[in-house]
């Protein structure tokens, strides 16, 4: 019989924290040259789209724009120890959001996990979320999601010279973790009903987890997991992707104009390939190959 363990670990270094009240808002630092570069090219928004009363309107008066996301997401959004810098996919789109509502990229981000995010967007605290949010129906009940912006899918990684495990139904009868709140949780759920599954906060707990045998597989979203095993040799993904997850822009439920305001960014950032120099600049430093055709946006339920 499965059974579920939540685990809930404080942790040790603040840009690990899982939750928005572990770790002060962390201003987003300049980009890279690279970086500036891509910002460049990005564009700002005509003054007559900056609707008067308008969630735009009230973030161009406050100056900045305040992120929901992470500081600790190989690739996707993770803070650079020397220079202070947010960089990663993720990061890098919600400076482009930024500068085209403000004409600059200017951004607060607020240490989210994937317990508070509806919290956050609910009461205010953050004005977007980007961090890997998968859409779903069930989430699209509490907030709003633009997008998708972005596909990838589940895999398996394990410590390195672990056998038997090379499909999802292999991890029935192991300890199995993943983050709380994730769809890792009923994928392994439906594919391996009898697995036991072990939950943490954030994705360096689950891999300090796995690097100490509190469970035999990690579940978590390739684009985590190859910057994971690139990083760090002891683990190996074993499995391809065996779900397909969309990532949405999580905003607060029932702002329909803001809504609106995104998914047109989404479609001027596509078309002047900044969403494809985004890529190339994160993901596709490490996935070989061109950057992929971005997902059409308002293409899956609860978007």
């Given at each position: 019989?499965?059974?579920?363990?939540?685990?809930?670990?404080?942790?040790?270094?603040?840009?690990?924290?899982c939750?928005?009240?572990?770790?002060p808002?962390?201003?987003?630092?300049?980009?890279?040259?690279?970086?500036?570069?891509?910002?460049?090219?990005a564009?700002?928004?005509?003054a007559?789209?900056?609707?008067p009363?308008?969630?735009m309107?009230?973030?161009?008066?406050?100056?900045?724009?305040?992120v929901?996301?992470s500081?600790?997401?190989?690739?996707?959004?993770?803070?650079?120890?020397?220079t202070?810098?947010?960089?990663?996919?993720?990061?890098?789109?919600?400076?482009?959001?930024?500068?085209?509502i403000?004409?600059?990229?200017?951004?607060?981000?607020v240490?989210?996990?994937?317990?508070?995010?509806?919290?956050?967007?609910?009461?205010?605290?953050?004005?977007?979320?980007?961090?890997?949010?998968?859409?779903?129906?069930?989430?699209?009940?509490?907030?709003a999601?633009?997008?998708?912006?972005?596909?990838?899918?589940?895999?398996?990684a394990?410590k390195?010279?672990?056998?038997?495990?090379t499909?999802?139904?292999?991890l029935?009868?192991?300890?199995?973790?993943?983050?709380?709140?994730?769809?890792?949780?009923p994928?392994i759920?439906?594919?391996?009903p009898?697995?036991?599954?072990?939950?943490f906060?954030?994705?360096?707990e689950?891999?300090?987890?796995?690097?100490?045998?509190?469970g035999?597989?990690?579940?978590?979203?390739?684009?985590?997991?190859?910057?994971?095993?690139?990083k760090?040799?002891?683990?190996e993904?074993?499995?391809?992707?065996?779900?397909?997850d969309?990532?949405?822009?999580?905003?607060?439920?029932?702002?329909?104009?803001?809504?609106k305001?995104?998914?047109?960014?989404?479609?001027?950032?596509?078309?002047?390939?900044v969403?494809?120099?985004i890529?190339?600049?994160?993901?596709g430093?490490?996935?070989?190959?061109?950057?992929?055709?971005?997902?059409?946006?308002?293409?899956?339920?609860?978007?």
């Amino acid at each position: 019989m499965k059974r579920f363990v939540a685990v809930a670990v404080a942790s040790v270094l603040a840009l690990a924290a899982c939750g928005e009240s572990s770790s002060p808002a962390v201003p987003g630092a300049a980009p890279s040259s690279g970086g500036a570069d891509v910002l460049a090219k990005a564009p700002v928004a005509a003054a007559a789209e900056i609707l008067p009363g308008s969630t735009m309107e009230k973030i161009k008066q406050r100056g900045e724009l305040i992120v929901g996301g992470s500081l600790d997401a190989p690739l996707l959004s993770q803070q650079n120890p020397v220079t202070g810098e947010v960089e990663g996919f993720d990061a890098m789109m919600g400076k482009a959001l930024a500068k085209y509502i403000l004409g600059e990229p200017k951004v607060k981000i607020v240490n989210s996990a994937s317990e508070t995010r509806e919290a956050l967007l609910a009461n205010g605290t953050v004005d977007v979320v980007f961090q890997t949010y998968t859409i779903t129906e069930e989430r699209a009940e509490q907030v709003a999601f633009a997008g998708p912006y972005y596909t990838s899918g589940l895999t398996i990684a394990v410590k390195k010279g672990t056998t038997g495990i090379t499909k999802p139904e292999d991890l029935n009868g192991k300890k199995v973790l993943a983050g709380a709140n994730t769809p890792a949780i009923p994928a392994i759920e439906q594919a391996a009903p009898d697995a036991e599954i072990i939950t943490f906060g954030s994705d360096p707990e689950c891999m300090q987890a796995l690097k100490q045998d509190r469970g035999v597989a990690y579940v978590q979203d390739e684009t985590l997991l190859i910057a994971n095993a690139q990083k760090d040799p002891s683990i190996e993904i074993v499995t391809k992707p065996f779900t397909v997850d969309p990532y949405g822009i999580g905003l607060k439920h029932g702002d329909d104009q803001f809504k609106k305001f995104v998914n047109d960014w989404l479609v001027k950032i596509q078309q002047a390939g900044v969403w494809q120099d985004i890529w190339k600049g994160s993901i596709g430093t490490v996935v070989t190959g061109e950057a992929p055709a971005p997902p059409q946006i308002g293409s899956v339920p609860g978007s």
